[in-house]
């Protein structure tokens, strides 16, 4: 049976409602902050990632933020950088960016349902997926550059292949 089976008509289903839906058939912990936001936390093979959804009404738009902690060595910043930057020439559905004052990695990304456009039960769960995927592929890489003292372009060989965990 799909996803979308389970939903009698995503057409007139808020995205947040059809989040927690998800959450529920995942047994993922999620708290609904808002009507229009929804944090979950979803385990992964490396750690438990943090994800937040929320729907933008204003500019018709649903957007994603998986977070996971990070505190690299100063000295190592750098590297960091260096190493994000190769993450993100490798993927196209997302950004990978580094909050500092929160000490936390961040995946985002903007699902554009512009025109009263409808993101489906499978649409969302690949979204979320992504997400997962993409902080489970690099999250090695990151520690590799920053706690392993490994350059960059060594850390990323962790990298090169797609991590298949359960998101």
Request: glycine fraction near 4%; include cysteine.
């Amino acid at each position: 049976m799909s996803l979308s089976e389970d939903f009698l008509s995503t057409d007139e289903m808020h995205p947040i409602d059809i989040v927690e839906t998800l959450a529920e058939h995942h047994d993922w912990e999620f708290d609904r902050v808002t009507d229009d936001q929804i944090a979950m936390a979803v385990e992964g093979q490396w750690r438990t990632y943090s994800l937040t959804l929320a729907w933008s009404a204003q500019d018709e738009t649903l957007r994603l933020i998986c977070t996971f902690e990070m505190e690299p060595p100063e000295h190592r910043l750098s590297e960091l950088f260096d190493v994000l930057n190769r993450c993100n020439d490798l993927v196209w559905n997302g950004a990978f960016t580094w909050w500092a004052e929160q000490k936390l990695m961040v995946w985002r990304y903007g699902l554009c349902l512009a025109g009263g456009q409808v993101a489906g039960p499978e649409q969302i769960d690949r979204l979320i997926a992504s997400a997962v995927m993409a902080a489970e592929r690099f999250y090695p890489a990151f520690q590799l550059a920053t706690w392993g003292e490994r350059t960059p372009s060594d850390a990323m060989k962790v990298a090169i292949a797609e991590a298949y965990g359960r998101a």
